[in-house]
Nanobody
Framework: QVQVVESGGGLVQPGESLRLSCVAS????????MGWYRQPIGKQREFVAR???????NYADSVRGRFTISRDSAWNTMSLQMNSLQPRDTAIYYC??????????????WGNGTLVTVSS
């Protein structure tokens, strides 16, 4: 089993920055890909960014150039640096981990989310 925990959300003003972190822990798994999704209130969850062991990085058009995804060398901690935040970025941000597990094969794991609010 893999536990996924996000942190770093909060309230910022337009134009400010925020850094989200995600930690994956557990045993008997190999991470294939980590990513961020977000869900504005009353809307569907949407892709933000992801980083894979062999697939590199991908960004949604709405955040490309403002957000940067990165991970540590051990592949259990991922960050999302968010610059030039706008009110439209307000959402609950979820960390997603695609992992190969011993007992279940390839599985998607999700954190509980962290709220980012951009408001003046």
């Amino acid at each position: 089993q893999v536990q996924v925990v996000e942190s770093g959300g909060g309230l910022v003003q337009p134009g400010e920055s925020l850094r989200l972190s995600c930690v994956a822990s557990g045993s008997n798994f190999d991470i294939i890909r980590m990513g961020w999704y977000r869900q504005p209130i009353g809307k569907q969850r949407e892709f933000v960014a992801r980083i894979g062991t062999t697939s590199g990085t991908n960004y949604a058009d709405s955040v490309r150039g403002r957000f940067t995804i990165s991970r540590d060398s051990a592949w259990n901690t991922m960050s999302l640096q968010m610059n030039s935040l706008q009110p439209r970025d307000t959402a609950i941000y979820y960390c997603n981990v695609l992992a190969r597990t011993v007992n279940l094969g390839m599985v998607d794991f999700w954190g509980n989310g962290t709220l980012v609010t951009v408001s003046s």
